[in-house]
């Protein structure tokens, strides 16, 4: 068999799997993240703006796998940092990585790596397995961004957690199932 029917990780399915197709998929899911990250609805009471963002990290990291999907959210971080306009709201700059919502971008790589992991192990072409694994990487993301929050604000866990995560599970839950209905969608039009 060829490595296109035996990868795990959903984009190996279309293409055989080559250095030039990795550097399109991780720099495709760059784009994806920044442009994802401009659909932003700012809430009054958080700095932490509702945004598409966890979709693209999330299902990206299900669709590249761990390795590209780290190396896609560390670049897109990395632009941030530089000055780039990709961050939500068009920002950009070492301030706005390292503001308030600082945690949730760092979140975003441990993510990418743990989705992938979970998704190497071909969980994404069943609806419930891959809907649990977005549920997780949204568990990390959530981690980091409320640990960060709470310590660059001041405030305690418990607000961050209020203010920084309980806005965005509705949202969220509403990301997963999408996620879920599809990529196992996607595999299966794959296998045809």
């Known amino acids: 068999m060829?490595?296109?029917?035996?990868?795990?990780?959903l984009v190996d399915r279309w293409v055989k799997n080559?250095?030039?197709r990795s550097a399109v998929s991780?720099?495709?899911l760059v784009g994806l993240t920044a442009?994802?990250?401009?659909?932003a609805v700012p809430l009054p009471f958080t700095p932490v703006p509702l945004t598409l963002q966890t979709f693209?990290?999330?299902a990206g990291a299900a669709a590249l796998g761990a390795n590209r999907a780290v190396t896609a959210q560390t670049i897109y971080l990395l632009l941030a940092f530089a000055g780039t306009p990709i961050l939500a709201g068009g920002a950009g700059g070492a301030q706005k990585v390292f503001?308030?919502?600082?945690?949730?971008?760092?979140g975003f790589i441990i993510a990418s790596y743990v989705v992938g992991r979970i998704a190497e192990f071909g969980v994404t072409k069943k609806v419930k397995a891959t809907v649990v694994a977005y549920a997780v990487g949204s568990f990390v993301i959530y981690s980091f961004g409320a640990l960060w929050l709470a310590q660059f604000t001041g405030n305690s866990l418990s607000w961050a957690i209020s203010n920084g995560v309980t806005?965005?599970?509705?949202?969220d839950l509403i990301k997963a199932a999408?996620?879920?209905?599809?990529l196992p969608s996607i595999w299966k039009l794959t296998s045809k």
């Open 2 to 9: 060829s490595a296109i029917t035996t990868s795990p990780v």
């Open 18 to 20: 080559s250095v030039v």
């Open 26 to 28: 991780v720099l495709g």
């Open 35 to 39: 442009v994802s990250a401009q659909i």
């Open 56 to 58: 693209a990290v999330l």
């Open 99 to 106: 503001g308030a919502t600082g945690g949730y971008l760092v």
């Open 167 to 171: 806005p965005f599970i509705v949202g």
């Open 178 to 182: 999408a996620a879920g209905a599809v």
